[in-house]
């Protein structure tokens, strides 16, 4: 993470709001505001739960047995030298890359894997860079480009964590979505999204 913000339940911006100063190890300054960007990237670790991501600390991964020292090590090493990789290539393109998630695992061998996806919107925020300064002194929520607005809406329209039916996002959200989603890869990668044939 990168910046002071979230909904989330284990976002950095809603423990911090609740007064939470130790959060997954990190030890989180007095005074901090919403969209604040941080002094230095942080690793906030969870584990998987049933239906929710559970936060833990370094000491406790350590001392539970589900990492080493060193693998941790290894796994901490890797993700801040990815996710400062991937500000680096959204800031070339005018972008703001706040947060992510990453996924690690184990290998038969024993070695760390990243899996899963890296840097898409649908694990990571991004904000528009040129307008995040003037907005975040106005005290304005930082142009998005991410499922964030999505997920605000289903947070008031149910409990998505606990209800089994789920309601049908509006048309225009899910267009949204869409008109997003291309936005951005056609943002970083500097190519023109063309839709896939459908047969």
Known sequence: RGFVTGTTSTSLWTVYSKGVRNYCGNILDEGLVKNQQLE????????????????ISPEEIVEQG??????????????????????????KHGLLLVDTKYEFGK?????????????????SRYWIAASYEDRFKKGLEPENI???????????????????????????????????????????TGLKFVLPEIK
């Open 146 to 188: 991410d499922k964030e607005f999505l997920r605000l809406w289903f947070s008031s329209n149910c409990d998505p964590y606990k209800d089994k039916v789920l309601p049908d996002a509006p048309h225009e959200l899910v267009s949204e979505l869409a008109w997003r989603y291309i936005f951005l890869y056609e943002t970083i």
């Open 107 to 123: 290998a038969a061998d024993g070695s760390i894997l990243l899996l899963d996806e890296v840097h898409t919107p649908d694990s």
């Open 66 to 91: 589900l990492m080493t020292r060193d693998e941790l090590n290894e796994v901490c090493m890797k993700a801040l030298a990815l996710f400062e990789h991937g500000q680096n290539v959204a800031s």
């Open 40 to 55: 230095k990237n942080v690793l906030t670790p969870t584990t998987k739960a049933a239906d929710h991501d559970v936060p």
